[in-house]
């Protein structure tokens, strides 16, 4: 990653898929994205292994030098599959 030192070329994207299958054969899917880069230089270690190298679009340091509760309200794309897929439940009244 050495030769790439502009962000535009360090750009990645976490993504969670969530998928739940009703009785009546009916699929529900939820998609949680989150867009960002890869850092230059890693950040507190520790955690998840991508953390300490993923800086997320908005912010100038990595996941792991972010505030948690930052982190889930805004850059968690598991955090946000998992509110679509609760949002996608309570409409169909099942939760």
């Not at 990645?12 to 850092?39: D, H, M, P």
């Amino acid at each position: 990653m050495k030769k790439y030192q502009n962000p535009e070329d360090r750009k990645c994207t976490f993504v969670c898929v969530l998928t739940g299958i009703l009785e009546n054969g009916e699929k529900l899917v939820a998609r949680g994205e989150s867009k960002g880069y890869v850092a230059k230089e890693h950040g507190t270690l520790g955690g998840l292994t991508y953390i300490p190298i993923f800086i997320p679009e908005g912010f100038e340091k990595p996941m792991s030098d972010i505030e948690d509760k930052t982190l889930e309200e805004m850059h968690n794309h598991r955090e946000l599959a998992v509110r679509i897929m609760l949002q996608k439940l309570k409409e169909k009244k099942l939760i």
